[in-house]
């Protein structure tokens, strides 16, 4: 709920900072207004969580505060955040990151891959619209919206967050509910994106092989939604391929994948990734399920251990994608072996608005399915990573601040 500020907010570890009783009152806002008339957004807060990377210096890992309530941009809008994906800020190099859950630094200004930023996977509900914003816009107050991941999107842990310009924003179809949509604007749309970079190579090969017995072979790379995104992306646009395209995912863990498998009649083959056998076994074990040396790895887990054995598996004149946050330092380290077996490392930009509009159609009319997702209330923040560190969590965990709708 939103409050008026006492004179200096406060932050205490796990909990939210209440301000002084005599200085709160419940802002309100004008039926069908464009911007709330007279409103002083440095005098009215909202709830934030921070949540930062588990150290050995604290136990603490979930911040609560009471920030001020972002203005209305003239030419966009303010959004009440519903949903919002569960991830941690590291705290280390961002190299060793081993999800989507680490945070990093974008290579190219413009699009920042916010699959690796915290609190990016956001869906709401138009609080309200600059007064700039036509009448007849695309979006109108009480829309459900999800946003386009763009250079300097706000922290989406918030009860709100401002949005410069609507163009940002993609309204939701009714069939598609809020902690399903905060799962596309970033994993999914970079996994989406990742296999149309796949499928370009796939037809260039197919133009290519002299007998129609030969098959494209992908290696899928990863743990956890990404991953899963990817799986289900690649067997809807090579499922009718499938006598051509041999799709392969290559895991630490099950997370699903058995359950997966059988939903689609065992299009793809799984290989267990076991971290504590030698790289030479894990390597065997790899090429014996993918029967052979691979022609493409959309590899999502991008450490140097993982893109080296990522390489092992590669056939000669093979591409690896990976994701853009480390891609100069990857590319670099792997320069010379590549150029020696004439393979290629490419990164993986996130997607554009039309392919978030086709994926968010695609999931809305149930052509794919999401992966599996945890709700938790927003207060549960500190729990919920307690449990994500446990491995306690059913599939993506989400976080929701106000009532479904």
């Known amino acids: 709920m939103s409050q008026e500020a006492s004179p200096s907010p406060v932050l205490i570890r796990g909990e939210m900072v209440k301000a002084p009783e005599a200085s709160r009152s419940i802002m309100k806002a004008s039926p069908g207004a464009r911007v709330v008339p007279g409103e002083n957004h440095h005098r009215v807060l909202c709830k934030q969580v921070s949540i930062e990377s588990p150290s050995k210096a604290t136990k603490e890992t979930v911040f609560t505060f009471e920030v001020p309530m972002p203005p209305v941009p003239e030419s966009g809008a303010r959004i009440k955040v519903v949903c919002a994906g569960v991830c941690y800020r590291r705290r280390d190099s961002t190299l060793r990151r081993d999800s989507s859950c680490d945070s990093a630094t974008a290579r190219n200004r413009g699009i920042r891959d916010a699959s690796l ?30 946003v386009y991941p763009y250079d300097g999107i706000p922290h989406g842990y918030a009860e709100y967050i401002s949005i410069p310009e609507t163009q940002y924003l ?17 994993g999914a749309l970079w996994a989406m994106n990742a296999v149309f970079d796949a499928k370009k190579h796939v037809d260039s090969l197919h133009a290519e092989i002299e007998h129609e017995r030969d098959k494209v072979k992908v290696l899928v790379v990863g743990t956890g939604g990404l991953a899963l995104w990817a799986l289900r992306l690649a067997i809807f646009y090579f499922g009718h391929e499938h006598e051509k395209v041999q799709v392969t995912v290559a895991t630490l863990k099950d997370e699903g994948l058995a359950d997966v498998a059988a939903d689609y009649a065992n299009q793809f083959n799984v290989v267990h990734w076991d971290e504590e056998l030698h790289e030479k076994a894990l390597i065997e074990r790899t090429l014996d399920a993918c029967k052979g040396p691979v022609d493409i790895v ?7 251990r993982s893109l080296l054995r990522s390489l092992q598996c590669l056939t000669r004149g093979g591409i690896v994608f990976i994701g853009s946050d480390a891609s100069d330092f990857l590319i670099k380290k792997f320069q010379r072996q590549c150029e020696d077996s004439r393979q290629k490392i490419e990164a993986v930009e996130m997607g554009t608005y ?22 938790f209330p927003a207060e549960k923040a500190q729990e919920v990573i307690r449990k994500m560190l446990r491995s306690e969590v059913n599939g993506r965990a989400i976080l929701q601040f106000t009532d479904l709708v």
Do not use: C, H, W
């Not at 993609?170 to 970033?186: D, E, F, N, R």
């Open 298 to 304: 959309i590899n999502f887990g991008t450490t140097t």
């Open 170 to 186: 993609l309204k939701l179809p009714v069939g598609i509910p809020l902690p399903v949509a905060s799962m596309l604007p970033t």
């Open 354 to 375: 039309e392919q978030l509009q086709q994926l968010v159609n695609l999931v809305a009319n149930k052509e794919i399915e999401p992966p599996p997702y945890t709700l």
């Open 117 to 146: 930023f915290p609190g990016y996977e956001v869906a709401g509900i138009v609080d309200a619209l600059g007064e700039n914003v036509q009448e007849d816009g695309e979006v109108e107050i009480g829309d459900r919206v999800i």
